[in-house]
């Protein structure tokens, strides 16, 4: 087969890079290891036949071109269940709050929020196109965003609640992560609360029929231009073209989370410093868990169904039902240690582990679901961890520079290569559309 | 093909597995992806046909091992070039001095002293077996090597000073590395002392006919169980054995660097929490390069051609001239950051650089070798890094214990899997033998 461009892995960013492409009036071909489409998004029906996301699944208002590409396929999105009282699990005991703002110490209120701004100012000096040209760049490359957290946390409760923010947004620990790489994302998102909120932020609005059918709407306009099935272990590379197991291209796009792509054969082989990059960047670890129920019970007790625990597995917990508020859906996430641990677990103590979380946080009728959903990512041979890559120390300031540089005909997609939104939906699509003009600019 | 054991790698690891293998009575096939054997050790010929290493080298009384086994296969060694003024680059100027401790402001040697006894009493304090287990285990491994020495040190000297031994030894930067690794790996060599030293440490002797001998004379052993450019791109597992590529075994053991194990496609895939601890193994980054001259002139200058610099991009300089005295061989290593940056320059350009590093500290006749000869390990596809990997914060405690576990028919090799000697010709050796038992144990 014979085509322009060709593109390996039919995730949101390979997908919108080749419908770009093809927009632009040039051909395209993906090629696909599994036999769906979707990468980190992916649909899931319940027994009802109602649909849940074992994957990504939120959108926020300032994802815009999320937002827009989904209207163009005409998935509509409905609000993220955001009523009601939410519940903190502190140190033994459980409270309710309305807002943002947990009932727990005010000391340790002003102390998180005096760090927050702290780390939204830190962050503010990163330009997102280049991190290692930040201000004291080595510095802050040079420190996990635990070393950081320890200095400047004046109470334990702020660690414990930055701590969960990182597993929540990172589904690393703080001990994993960059402090430079922490202060990259949260810029590249735009705030710390724009990450973090759900009404406003991050987790603001679902899409209708599950965030899957953004990548079902591309792949089906793309017709019989995705090959599902095709994992590609090859690519034959020259300035002229590329020959990606047995399609030639004059360009490829290899659109995979950055740790993935050293499985593949470059021949030749890459540059070291483009393959020693990629050895330091890691995926998160995240199980996403949903216990079902016949109605959402906690809406009727005046909770939203958010929650958040400082004793885990489950450290956040949402309402995931369906829009028509049925059957009841609670979400929660195990993230960082939690997830490696729950790894290593048999699946029926670790059910039972989650249901239990559900049970403090919701009460009884939480602890008899009538269906439970888990998925794993780091389990997935073709992702290998979620939501994304935590650079590790010092990665972005020796490397950070091979990051977005094509290799002659090889260019790079994903939500790792993003500025904007970077390991969000979002920024997959933008690093999509991005690599397909790119590559467009040079054919 | 049909064999007991299937060995993936004919470094010094897999080629001390499958002779040990053998010499138990069970037959064994070793797979190796070059046209030659040795892995990270590499004789390279000069022009008057003496031999130096573009690998690993050197050897230390303590690497009993490595010894004994040299001595098996009749390989002699002889002792570095070790006499003489040892030249030191610092701030500036430039200083001889004998003996291990540079004439320079004694604030700083006293400032270094204190540092590295702190240092080698927490490396005691980590188990070898597993560091996870260490008191204070995740603090330890929640920050980075430069974060301690920032606080530790007194006196940017000491600082330097150890930001050239991290390079020397892990081919790293502090902002790279794990405390937690940099202790594991001190206490796995015995102490600091032995891993800097030239007499009485792990550089004092060298291989009459350099150290590829070795891996050359177990290969010769094994005859033809060793097959030579056979990539392994496919392993084939189930508790009754193993398919590799052709060769059906009951047992693999896999004897590469860990960063580069996921590169093979594992049927079933292998465990996540496995899959996610060698994304965070990254291999370190070194250029080993040597300048050649019709003698060694600077002995005769009263100096051991041993120096160290802070300006770089040579940090570090030995003789390194055949048992002979002739060629006069001068060997520096660029490593980190430094190797970094030259692995980007143009050959023209890095040579420059590193024939003026070695003019600035052994003078003018230093600039006009009749020889030079380089080597990167990260182009190296089938190595990607040398010397050995630098674990990244947060990987040993979370992800520690899947190291060494064999998965299945499964099991690993290489001198990242010792725990004496990690990272060592020695550490390669033993985690070779020391596999190779395990198996048998299961037979």
């Known amino acids: 087969m014979e085509t322009d461009v060709c593109v390996v892995g039919a995730g949101l960013a390979g997908l919108a890079a080749a419908r770009a492409v093809v927009a632009a009036g040039r051909d395209a071909i993906v090629l696909e290891a599994r036999d769906r489409v979707g990468g980190r998004t992916l649909n899931h029906v319940l027994a009802d036949g109602s649909v849940v996301e074992v994957g990504g699944q939120w959108v926020g208002p300032t994802q815009t071109r999320l937002l827009a590409l989904a209207k163009q396929l005409g998935v509509e999105t409905f609000p993220t269940h955001d009523e009601g009282e939410n519940v903190i699990e502190w140190r033994g005991g459980l409270k309710r709050y309305k807002g943002a703002i947990p009932r727990i110490n005010p000391a340790i209120l002003l102390d998180t929020l005096r760090v927050q701004k702290k780390l939204e100012r830190l962050a503010r000096s990163v330009p997102t196109e280049s991190p290692w040209t930040a201000p004291n760049a080595r510095e802050l490359d040079g420190q996990t965003f635990h070393t950081w957290l320890k200095r400047t946390c004046r109470t334990s409760g702020a660690y414990t609640l930055f701590e969960m923010v990182c597993e929540g947004v990172w589904a690393a620990e703080p001990h994993d992560v960059s402090l430079l790489h922490i202060l990259f994302y949260i810029h590249s998102a735009g705030s710390f609360d724009e990450l973090v ?38 690519i034959v590379h020259a300035a002229a073209g590329v020959t990606v197991e047995d399609v030639r291209a004059r360009r490829v796009i290899v659109a995979l989370p950055p740790a993935l792509t050293p499985r ?62 049925a059957p009841g859906v609670l979400l929660g996430f195990l993230e960082g240690d939690f997830a490696r641990q729950a790894g290593r677990l048999g699946a029926d103590e670790r059910r039972a582990q989650i249901i239990d979380s559900f049970g403090r946080l919701f009460g009884d009728r939480a602890r008899h679901p009538i269906e439970y959903v888990e998925k794993s990512w780091a389990e997935e041979e073709w992702t290998r961890g979620c939501y994304g890559c935590a650079m590790t120390t010092g990665a972005w300031t020796s490397f950070g520079e091979a990051l977005r540089a094509p290799i002659g005909p090889i260019h790079w997609a994903g939500a790792e290569y993003a500025t904007t939104w970077s390991g969000y939906m979002d920024g997959a699509v933008r690093s999509g559309e991005d690599a397909a003009a790119a590559v467009l600019a040079t054919l």
Chains 1, 2 share one sequence.
């Open 264 to 325: 593949i054969d470059f021949a030749p082989a890459l540059p070291g410093f483009r393959d020693q990059l990629v050895q330091r960047m890691p995926q998160g670890t995240v199980w996403k868990c949903m216990a079902v129920y016949d109605e959402p019970f906690w809406r009727a007790n005046g909770l939203s169904g958010q929650a958040t625990s400082d004793a885990g597995p489950v450290r956040v917990a949402f309402d995931n039902s369906p829009p028509s508020g």
């Open 197 to 234: 909120g759900t009404t406003g932020g991050a987790q603001e609005r679902r899409f209708v029929g599950g965030s899957q059918r953004i990548a079902l709407g591309m792949a089906e306009q793309l017709g019989e231009r995705v090959l599902l099935s095709r994992p590609v272990r090859r």
